[in-house]
């Protein structure tokens, strides 16, 4: 990562007069009504006026965040996200298979990657947000013949770090950006999944009852016996497999075969023991002549769901039946995929069919045949050490604007047709500071006009049982546009009609019109309030804040509600090495906070994620360069400072609070936020 090489924020006022706006409408908000303010500080701005459905939204599970419900009345906070891909773009999910990222939604599970000792891995997370826009479209076509659809903001992992799908060398629009040559990280392209058809159906049931079903008739004493058992531990397969007989014509009866013991996994089966269904049972698995493709693809789901294993990066398929065995490879070089027959040499002449060419041929397997089983699909922890030929051979503006989609994760990347893509933290992230990631970021807040009234839906809902409400925690609900839309007075007073707890983290001043409205609510249910104040020097705060209210007057509105009987937190955010984290910076600071009222005080370090580091890259090179080594040095392994200097620098605050008299208190309403994994003394501020 360069510290050299982009832009830094813009100033921005507050909107007070509208003009008329006749911008087009992103296409996934039908109905909305777009409006622009006629000021220079709101110029290039668009604020789109929705009816929302829901504004009471609940956190997805897996997010790290130490909150239930959010309402967020905005998305967007005078700082627009870099919306990204084609919709149809196919997106790795946990479960293996792929989905076009038009269709994810919030608390979906999808892969992302994260660093782990020397290489990059994949990993499960989750889907925090989603959205869309119309941008102008560029093709990025690889050797592989991956071709992606994506706005020339979007980012991709190369091997030479992340880089823009456009960029100049010099000047506003200076930033690392795609060349040709550059390599794309990832596996290449993924396959297209099978169609459901007749032959793919028979074809699955051939290798699935061949592979682990028992099947026959039998003469005994007593008569002629007709049994089809299917046993399994997946139900997944079972399941499958129940439905493409059923479809056959084949009703099978479900039961549990052995219950789960201490050493075993339960098993449940289906079975019939009707004559006509194990004819056609027999009938439907009989070895074709001249096979199809989809019935080939079948055949190896089938096989693999039976037989199959994948561990340890290693796919194999085992039998002792060589005409299963033969199928297995033929299938194989059919679809130009490479195996090895080896044999283990084990006493029941049981031989492994097993796939070559590493993480590509798997996932292409995988996505070609579309085997049942999840589990064995899976390929958490995987090294992105792929050698696939993904140069970037030909980047080609389309000349005409598409619709383009982006999402949020909790590793803040995920898996675009095969390759690694940054996604936008700017929706969950950017408001803390109110920094703008550079010139490339749109202007578009969308404004949920009917949130009062939806909340005051939400909370007398029947289901809902008075959780905790968290606000500010994604957008600053007191940002300037809250100044002309005045929503934030109908949620409060709904939530205090309900006497419902809920929480504030802001810097934004406007909070204190809202002061009758929040000591009302405080009668009668607990209200939390808590403001960002990273540093009080104003040269430091002009440079790197210019968009956000004065530090000094966001502790005057900390004293104006401490006054008022509120106990009032504040997030020391972010500290900045070397410009905000020296003993007379942070005594200052601290000093400050404590004069006007604060009961707690929490040491947030900066946290440059991709995106939020290029802007301060090149600010820093810019305005401080002779820091640039430092911050090398500091952030050379990712997005946080070593766990050593963030317990320093919260030890440091920790003394100077004590020093002023300023004590934490034992717990925070909503001060507490998400923390890298592993936990650090203190989480660290995102700058976006």
């Keep these: 990562m360069r510290w050299d090489n982009l832009t830094a924020p813009p100033v921005e006022g507050d909107p007070e007069r509208a003009a008329p706006a006749t911008p087009p409408l992103p296409l996934a908000l039908p109905g909305a009504i777009a409006r622009t303010f006629d000021t220079p500080e709101f110029a290039g701005m668009t604020f789109y006026e929705v009816q929302a459905k829901s504004v009471l939204n609940r956190v997805p599970g897996q997010s790290r965040v130490p909150f239930e419900w959010t309402v967020n009345p905005y998305r967007g906070c005078s700082h627009a996200c870099v919306y990204c891909l084609g919709g149809d773009t196919p997106i790795l999910m946990a479960d293996g298979r792929t989905k076009p990222i038009s269709e994810l939604e919030p608390g979906d599970r999808i892969y992302g990657t994260e660093r782990r000792g020397a290489y990059r891995r994949y990993v499960v997370t989750t889907v925090l947000d989603k959205w869309s826009t119309v ?137 019939t023991s009707k004559q006509r269904n194990i004819e056609r049972i027999t009938g439907l698995i009989q070895w074709p002549v001249s096979p199809s493709d989809e019935w080939r693809l079948g055949f190896l789901a089938g096989i693999f769901d039976a037989e199959g294993s994948c561990s340890r990066g290693i796919l194999r398929i085992s039998n002792s039946d060589d005409a299963i065995l033969d199928q297995t490879t033929e299938a194989l070089r059919r679809f130009g995929f490479t195996c090895v027959l080896e044999d283990p040499g084990r006493p029941n002449r049981v031989r492994e069919v097993r796939l070559t060419g590493g993480l590509p041929a798997r996932l292409r397997f995988f996505h070609l045949t579309d085997p049942a089983i999840t589990r064995k699909r899976s390929i958490e922890g995987a090294a992105l050490k792929c ?109 205090r009609d309900f006497a419902n707890p809920f929480s504030i983290l802001t810097k934004g001043t406007l ?130 400072a070593p766990q050593a200097y963030q317990r320093e620098l919260t030890a440091r605050v920790r003394i100077a609070a004590r020093r002023h008299g300023l004590h934490r208190g034992e717990r925070g309403d909503n001060r507490s936020l998400p923390e890298p994994p592993p936990p650090p003394a203190a989480e660290q501020l995102t700058l976006l």
């Design 135 to 271: 941008k102008p479209a560029y093709r990025v076509t690889l050797t592989d013949g991956t071709t992606l659809i994506a706005s020339g903001d979007h980012r991709f992992l190369s091997d030479r770090g992340w880089k823009y799908v456009t960029g100049t060398m010099q000047g506003a629009g200076q930033r690392p950006y795609l060349t040709t040559n550059n390599r794309l990280i990832g596996t290449g392209r993924f396959a297209a999944g099978p169609k459901e058809s007749p032959d793919y159906r028979r074809g699955y049931l051939c290798g699935m009852v061949r592979g682990d079903a028992h099947l026959g008739t039998f003469s005994y004493s007593y008569g002629v016996v007709h049994r089809f058992r299917l046993a399994l531990v997946d139900d997944e397969a079972l399941s499958r497999s129940e439905r493409y007989l059923a479809q056959e014509g084949i009703e099978t009866k479900r039961f549990s075969f052995t219950p789960a013991s201490a050493t075993r996994q339960a098993l449940s089966a289906i079975r």
């Design 387 to 495: 050698k696939a030929d993904l140069r970037v051979v030909d980047i080609q503006a389309l000349g005409l604007e598409l619709p383009l989609w982006d999402i949020t994760t909790g590793t803040g990347d995920f898996i675009a047709d095969g390759v690694v893509s940054h996604n936008c933290f700017a929706r969950n992230t950017h408001t803390y500071l109110d920094l703008d990631a550079g010139a490339d970021f749109d202007r578009k807040v969308i404004v949920k006009v009917n949130a009062g009234e939806l909340v005051r839906r939400e909370l007398a809902a029947p289901k809902w049982r008075g959780a905790h409400v968290a606000m500010g925690t994604n957008v600053d609900c007191y940002q300037r546009a809250e100044g002309r839309y005045r929503l934030m007075p109908q949620i409060i007073a709904a939530l």
């Design 511 to 640: 909070i204190l019109r809202d002061l009758p409205l929040l000591r009302q609510a405080a009668e009668v249910t607990t209200v939390g309030i808590s403001f960002s104040v990273g540093f009080v020097d104003e040269q430091l705060w002009r440079s790197v804040e210019p968009g956000t209210p004065h530090p000094r007057r966001r502790l005057d509105a900390v004293r104006a509600l401490t006054d008022a009987g509120f106990s009032v937190g504040v997030l020391m955010a972010p500290i900045l090495p070397g410009l905000s984290d020296s003993d007379e910076s942070i005594d200052a600071t601290v000093s400050a906070i404590a004069a006007a009222g604060a009961t707690s005080v929490t040491a947030l370090p900066l946290h440059l994620r991709s995106g939020a580091r290029e802007w301060y890259a090149h600010w820093l090179a810019r305005e401080h360069p002779h820091l640039v080594p430092r911050y090398r040095e500091l952030y050379r392994a990712g997005a946080y």
